[in-house]
């Protein structure tokens, strides 16, 4: 009955899964960073506001940034945490109340992975004899113990490296000569933005020409509507 349902919903999942982690949340957060704080700087400056109006916009975008990424972080990993133990206990319960069921439930899903109906049946035997919990949870409901989420953990990384991020255009921002901020916290942001996407790619072995373009276009377009707005709203210089 229940076959079809969740085995679409479950592809999602596993899909999911495998790009939650630590080095998401962390390369996420740095992105943010510097994107947000770059803008905001990038904005602040082009109103011609005084240097120090401009750092500390920079730098209460820092705070707030950060503790908004944890909030977010926390609440979504929390939320995927529920969910997971919401299908647990009520596989759990399944397979105490009708384990018969259980076991043509995960025949048909290795069937459905190409096994022949024997083959298939035997696996899901063995495998339940092991832990069938565990068999489940894994090949039903796409919960591995990797996927086993930790919010305050994710909360703290993506804090901390957004404050990483944010730090480079709001350092460069305090270093830079009045006149030429926006220009010099703009190209220097690119090009953390640029080597950020290169890691990126790299560590997570996709096209490192892709990730760096796809990175920048959003960093560009960022930084470009907010220096427009700051113009737009700024006292004439
Ligand atoms: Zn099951």
């Not at 005084?50 to 990424?69: H, N």
Request: proline share 2%.
């Amino acid at each position: 009955m229940e076959g079809f349902t969740i085995m679409s919903r479950t592809d999602a999942e596993n899909h999911k899964t495998q790009h939650i982690g630590w080095l998401r949340a962390a390369v996420l957060g740095a992105n943010d960073g510097i994107v947000s704080t770059s803008s905001l700087i990038m904005g602040v400056a082009a109103s011609s506001a005084s240097r120090a109006s401009i750092l500390i916009a920079g730098a209460a975008g820092l705070v707030a940034g950060a503790m908004s990424m944890a909030a977010g972080e926390y609440v979504s990993v929390s939320s995927q945490a529920d969910t997971e133990r919401a299908d647990m206990a009520r596989e759990r319960l399944e397979l105490e109340t009708d384990p018969e069921r259980e076991i043509s439930e995960l025949t048909e899903i290795y069937v459905r992975r190409g096994l022949d109906a024997g083959l298939a049946r035997q696996v899901a035997l063995q495998l339940m004899e092991k832990d069938a919990l565990e068999a489940h949870a894994r090949d039903e409901l796409g919960i591995s113990e990797l996927s086993n989420a930790r919010p305050l953990q994710a909360a703290i990384t993506s804090a901390l490296s957004f404050v990483a991020g944010a730090g480079l255009p709001l350092l460069v921002a305090w270093l830079s000569p009045d006149r030429h901020l926006v220009l010099v916290v703009g190209i220097t942001s690119l090009i953390f933005l640029v080597a950020l996407g290169a890691l990126a790619a790299y560590t997570g072995g996709a096209g490192i020409f892709r990730g760096v373009v796809r990175v920048t276009f959003w960093g560009v377009l960022a930084m470009a509507i907010t220096a427009g707005v700051g113009m737009m709203f700024g006292a004439p210089a």
